[in-house]
């Protein structure tokens, strides 16, 4: 894999590339952004294309450098991440082989909480930083998660990114920028990246073999994803699931089937869940919409397989034949808008119980037509 081959981190890539083809390459970068989204993997892919025989910002894939950098074995390519103070060296060694075999490194540790001590930072950067690079022409140090520093260990590492060696590149990962030491920031170059789009986790899901994704997974999980590739491979499908059979619950009209109902569904969804939470429900519904209209365009040849809601494909198979394309247009601009209301910080429990009102309002619609379609047939 090569930086070029990043995806939907165009502006990311663009940025590092520009910066090493004018001989400008920063020695302390922080690639700050969203959990999943390739930081980590952008960070390590650089630090190969830096280290690889092959001629610019390039990794051939086949030269020793690179296949050391694939293994996570390159002498000079230093990946530190959070882990528990408890952690044994085995233990952190699966870790990395899995990193490996798989492409993604478990950071889920149950209760112990993951940091980066002093410890690790002074003998992982601090005294490797001062040491020739073994083969070189560069030493890189990735450190992820760089918000999980203890104070000790940032104040260790600033005077590393104070006065860093000339054949050094330190780059820094967080999702959260905030959290880490102001005097830290300063000393970085920032690079932003930005939330997946859907189909970019797909292809991300699916040009992994070590991933194992199908394409049609790849396409359902995804849809799930909020734009995070780790998200994706990370969260089981148990969790995907549960948040389906909810918004279908919702679709279908089963758990709002009285005004009471409905204002209940409204003011959960309106105060037991974030602003990021509410929009993700948001898209959900859309998809929801989507498959109806899959299913509606096929005429019964939908397959379960083709819809991101296949343990409901009955149900959206009922809704795709009571209800036209003149009912679902106008909710599909309904969501849509709602999704810009959350984003501006409206009132949620106005801009839910307003959605799932016009839903039902439209299921009612739907059923009446189907009615009156029902009591001509009889009469004809
Ligand atoms: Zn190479």
């Keep these: 894999m090569a930086l070029s081959r990043i995806i939907g981190q165009d502006h990311a890539v663009g940025l590092l590339a520009r910066a090493f083809d004018s001989e400008r390459l920063s020695h302390a970068y922080l690639f700050q952004g969203p959990e999943g989204v390739g930081k980590e993997t952008t960070a390590l892919e650089l630090a190969a294309a830096l280290n690889c025989k092959s001629e610019g910002l390039h990794s051939c894939g086949e030269c020793s450098a690179c296949s ?15 882990t528990p103070s408890t952690i044994k060296p085995d233990e952190y060694a699966a870790l990395l082989d899995a990193q490996v075999r798989n492409g993604f490194r478990d950071a889920d540790f149950g209760r112990k909480i993951p940091l980066i001590s002093v410890e690790t930072v002074n003998a992982e950067v601090v005294a490797r930083a001062n040491q020739r690079p073994y083969v070189g ?11 999980a520093m203890s104070a000790e260990a940032a104040n260790a590492l600033l005077k590393t990114l104070e006065e860093p060696p000339d054949d050094t590149v330190i780059i820094l990962t967080t999702s959260r920028p905030s959290a880490l030491p102001a005097t830290i920031v300063s000393r970085c170059q920032r690079v932003p990246f930005v939330r997946l789009k859907a189909d970019a986790v797909e292809r991300i899901l699916v040009g992994d073999s070590r991933l194992g994704f199908d394409q049609k997974r790849a396409k359902a999980v995804a849809a799930l994803a909020r734009g995070s590739a780790g998200r994706a491979v ?38 037991r869940l974030g602003r990021e939470e509410q929009q993700h429900i948001l898209d959900l519904m859309l998809l929801w919409y989507r498959d109806v209209l899959l299913a509606s365009s096929l005429k019964g040849d939908a397959g379960p397989a083709e819809l991101v809601y296949s343990g409901h494909a009955d149900e959206v198979a009922r809704q795709a034949e009571s209800m036209g394309l003149d009912i679902i247009e106008p909710l ?38 189907g009615h009156v379609g029902a009591v001509r047939k009889v009469g004809s």
């Design 68 to 82: 050391m950098a694939k293994r996570l074995s390159h002498p000079d390519i230093h990946l530190i991440f959070p």
């Design 137 to 147: 022409p560069w030493k890189i140090f990735v450190v992820s998660d760089a918000d």
């Design 234 to 271: 990370r969260v089981d499908g148990k969790t995907m699931q549960a948040e389906l059979d909810r918004v279908a619950s919702i679709m279908t009209g089963s758990r709002t089937k009285d005004v009471g109902g409905l204002l209940d569904e409204a003011q959960s969804l309106a105060y």
């Design 332 to 369: 599909i601009g309904k969501i849509d808008g709602a999704r810009r209301a959350i984003e501006r910080y409206s009132n949620p429990a106005i801009v839910f119980t307003s959605v799932l009102l016009d839903m039902a309002i439209a299921r009612r619609k739907a059923a009446d037509r």
